[in-house]
């Protein structure tokens, strides 16, 4: 498994239930899907820790957790 990663929520719809993570220490943004969260749902400029996995159209975010 991949190691913590710590990130900010560039964008978050809940609506659709997806949205993106930046963060410093990653080449680009990292996909994350809402039944990948801990919390019920993600906030823009939310500060988060994360894991990096490989998905179907690259990596995504799982196991993220607001901290």
Do not use: C, Y
Request: charged fraction near 25%; aromatic fraction near 10%; avoid cysteine.
């Amino acid at each position: 498994m991949s190691n913590e990663v710590t990130g900010t929520v560039k964008f978050f719809n809940d609506a659709k239930g997806f949205g993106f993570i930046t963060s410093p220490s990653l080449s680009k943004d990292v996909f994350v899907h809402i039944s990948n969260i801990q919390n019920d749902t993600l906030s823009d400029g939310e500060q988060v820790s994360f894991q990096i996995r490989e998905g179907n159209k690259g990596k995504e975010a799982f196991d993220v957790k607001s901290i």
